[in-house]
Nanobody, 116 residues
Framework: QVQLVESGGGLVQAGGSLRLSCTAS????????MAWFRQAPGKEREFVAR????????VYAVSVKGRFTISRDNAKNTVYLQMIGLKPEDTAVYYC?????????WGQGTQVTVSS
């Protein structure tokens, strides 16, 4: 049974930075694309970034491009989201996810709050 656990969220002032981590257990995910999504209060969950199995290919939402960096350490079964230049509109619960073909697995999320 695959589980994803996010960490690293918190309260930060606008312009600040945070690094989120997502560690998988129950299965090695080194051959899968991993992604981060976020959901702000009253809004739908939206795509943030994704990274292919090797880390050689990344895609970002327009709203975070140039400020967020997704990376992974397959030896640690962990994916990261480095966030700089945070804005109040980045406030949301951040989720990591993996599509195993048979099922899409989501973590429980970590709250990021950016104060103005």
């Amino acid at each position: 049974q695959v589980q994803l656990v996010e960490s690293g969220g918190g309260l930060v002032q606008a312009g600040g930075s945070l690094r989120l981590s997502c560690t998988a257990s129950g299965r090695t995910l080194s051959s899968y694309t991993m992604a981060w999504f976020r959901q702000a209060p009253g809004k739908e969950r939206e795509f943030v970034a994704r990274i292919n199995w090797s880390g050689g290919s990344t895609v970002y939402a327009v709203s975070v491009k140039g400020r967020f960096t997704i990376s992974r350490d397959n030896a640690k079964n962990t994916v990261y989201l480095q966030m700089i230049g945070l804005k109040p509109e980045d406030t949301a619960v951040y989720y990591c996810t993996v599509d195993l073909s048979t099922a899409r697995i989501w973590g429980q999320g970590t709250q990021v709050t950016v104060s103005s």
